[in-house]
């Protein structure tokens, strides 16, 4: 699939197949996350794959009231958790280089993109989840200190094909030389 064809095309499942996803493919999508960009190259993504129904569930009752992901991540073959080494990405020689803080969200978010894009390329679903307890995700997953959980994806085989979504027209969000200019 080619890759302007992959980032309109993918959608956010919540539905999957009992199908499961095999080892290899797992890896693949992981390996592409391994490849996103990140701040000085610090890479301080972590990924959990989860396998285990007993896990699986427990992370679908830590989500937040009325989560649509909740059936998701509890039923999808696997659900990919995004972890974050803290204290890196942001940082240089060990000091806050920059007035955003701890980069980790936005270098976990590209290696998301990249592993979502990646899985919908080969056929497979997800949907990026933030609506959870991270610090209860942490603890059922034995994320170390220095860590923490970002986000949350299934994986799998889609049983549904979402209508895409409206987007905003791009003179609405891009604008040239200064804010506002068209």
Known sequence: MELLEAIRTRRSI?????????????????????WA???KNTQCWRFIAVRDNNIKSQLANI????????????NAPVVIVACAELGKSGY???QQASDK??????????AMQNLVLAAHSLG?????????DAKKAATILNVPAGFCVVSLTPLGYPDQEPAPRPRKEL????????FGSK
């Open 14 to 34: 919540r539905r999957y197949k009992s199908t499961p996803v095999d080892d290899k493919t797992v890896e693949l999508v992981l390996e592409a996350a391994r």
């Open 37 to 39: 960009p990140s701040w």
């Open 63 to 74: 989500t937040t009231f009325n989560n649509p992901s909740t059936d998701a991540i509890r």
């Open 92 to 94: 240089s020689d060990g």
């Open 101 to 110: 803080g701890d980069w980790y969200m936005f270098d976990v978010a590209l």
């Open 124 to 132: 497979l679903g997800t949907v990026y989840n933030g609506l959870f």
């Open 171 to 178: 003179a609405q969000i891009a604008f040239y030389d200064k």
